[in-house]
């Protein structure tokens, strides 16, 4: 497929712009062709506008021709084949196998949010019958139902360039509502956003969708994402990256004169608690699953994770820690940007006091990186515990179980944390179950938090911040929620409950 470098106003390719720019390969650094263009103010406009006349229309498709379209649009990925992922390969230097499988899960997810919509349970209907003899007053018949908001922009991540992007999690979660899409492309692989974005269409136009249902616009500088934001017929927006980016388009959703809600998933750290018995047990084979964990994908998802704790007794740990992770070996980060963050971060952490490197590293390359604190300065120095992207951890040294739940208790909000305990550890520090369940949206025994399952019990999310709103999932099929709204019918006739039910 050829790929055009234009915006994707509904069925219409657009070049009003004339700020340019490429993709590049991150192994190499060399740009990549085509030249893509930045969306315009007129632009931006013309796809909020298109998004809210197919809204009117969209709003009311049934569930079952909205499961066709998913259906379709997974079809549609499948049939890219090769050029989908060799094109991601190049723009991400992310090996096939990875992208391979990130393909699967993206197709996988369509499909899941797919059947809900077919067995209709997802409206979360709710019936209280009338009682016209109550006494002193009848009671009403009340039937609430979730109905769609309206048009929501979904901004693509770096990282995950299938599954959290043009046809990932937040766009199909909002099209199974009931919402048009207006996708911002992310500028790190716009040739696989175009390809992406072509095929879901493809799929809206082989199922009779309205034009509108989905639009995709460029930009690399940060004013598209703004003026998408801040567009009054966008009614909610859907973020994965950054804090200081998520933070940002937040702010200006909540100060436009109709607020509205940002889903924004900002990052963490996912501490994991290492007790003492499970190390006792095990502590050799939980240093190079913990290793394997930090550095999966570079360590550049957002579930790598990026600090844990163990007592001062099992302080070996570091050292086993340490060398399998020297003995593994990284891939090219996804940009030039990342990578510098990745390199600026660990030479912050090491001119610190109180800060110890474990691993030897280069300031120069991006390596496997240990490094060390205690609880008391983590505490002091909270900063320290904030999320470096990239392949690095830090273990945070606690002299006693008393320490252990203070630093529990001084953690803001991550997506997730993780407990490694035997059941005599279980029973010992029961009460950091209890705090951690307060920090996080998923807990974790006995695994590790890379790997995010998509199924309806998943929450990937989690309090402040970690997220923008800890009400809320970006993975599985409750999703759907964040594009919904409850509405109440009382009184309705009859001969109007095909018409809303």
């Known amino acids: 497929m050829e790929i055009t470098g234009k915006q994707l106003i509904g069925n219409t390719l657009s070049q009003a712009g004339n700020q340019s720019f490429t993709g590049f390969n991150p192994a190499t650094g060399a740009p990549l062709l085509p030249v893509f263009y930045e ?127 043009v046809a ?10 009931g919402c048009p899409v207006v996708f911002k492309a992310h500028p790190a692989h716009p040739a696989t956003c175009e390809l992406a974005g072509r095929a879901i269409l493809k799929a809206a136009a082989r199922t009779g969708m309205p034009d509108g249902v989905f639009s995709m616009v460029h930009g690399i500088s940060h004013e598209v994402g703004m003026q998408l934001v801040q567009h009054p017929l966008i009614k909610a927006v859907g973020f994965t990256g950054s804090y200081r980016g998520g933070k940002a388009l937040y702010d200006l959703a909540v100060r436009r004169p109709e607020p509205i809600p940002v889903y924004a998933e900002m990052g963490s750290t996912n501490p994991v608690f290492f007790l003492p018995g499970a190390l006792q047990k095990n502590a050799g084979a939980l240093a190079q699953a913990f290793a394997n964990s930090v550095t999966l994908g570079t360590g550049q998802f957002c579930t790598n994770p990026g600090l844990f704790v163990a007592l001062k007794s099992d302080e070996p740990f570091l050292k086993a820690v340490a060398e399998h992770l020297s003995k593994l070996s990284v891939g090219a980060m996804l940009t030039s940007g990342i990578r510098q963050a990745f390199l600026d971060g660990i030479q912050d952490l090491q001119i610190q006091e109180g800060i110890t490197l474990i691993t030897p590293n280069s300031t120069n390359d991006v390596a496997p990186t240990l490094l060390s604190t205690t609880v008391s300065h983590a505490i002091a120095a ?47 520090y029961i009460e950091l179950i209890d705090i ?37 999932t970006s993975v599985g099929t409750t999703a759907i929620y964040r594009f919904t709204r409850p509405i109440c019918f009382q009184d309705l006739p009859d001969s109007l409950l095909s018409e809303v039910f």
């Open 39 to 165: 969306a315009d103010a007129s632009e931006i406009d013309q796809a909020a506008a298109l998004a809210e006349q197919a809204f009117q229309t969209y709003r009311k498709t049934g569930g079952a021709d909205k499961a066709f379209f998913l259906d379709a649009i997974a079809e549609e990925i499948l049939a890219l084949d090769a050029e989908l992922i060799a094109t991601a390969c190049l723009e991400t230097a992310l090996p096939e196998a990875r992208l391979t499988g990130e393909r699967g899960r993206t197709v996988g997810q369509l499909r899941l949010f797919s059947a809900m919509l077919r067995d209709g349970t997802w409206k979360n209907e709710i019936i209280d019958p009338a009682q016209p003899e109550r006494q002193p007053l009848p009671k009403p018949a009340l039937r609430q139902v979730q109905i769609p908001i309206g048009p929501v922009a979904v901004f693509g991540a770096s990282n995950f360039p299938l599954a959290f992007s």
């Open 168 to 177: 990932g999690g937040d766009t199909v979660s909002a099209l199974a509502a």
């Open 436 to 472: 951690l369940t307060q920090k996080v949206g998923r807990l974790i025994f006995n695994g590790f938090p890379t790997g995010v399952e998509v199924s309806p019990a998943m929450v990937h999310g989690g309090p402040f911040p970690a997220t923008t709103n800890s009400g809320s």
């Open 382 to 428: 909270p900063k320290v515990t904030e999320e470096v992207f990239g392949p690095s951890t830090l273990g945070i040294i606690a002299e006693d179980k008393a320490s252990v739940l203070a630093f529990a208790n001084s953690l803001q909000g991550h997506l997730t944390a993780t407990i490694h305990a035997t059941e005599e550890d279980i029973k010992e």
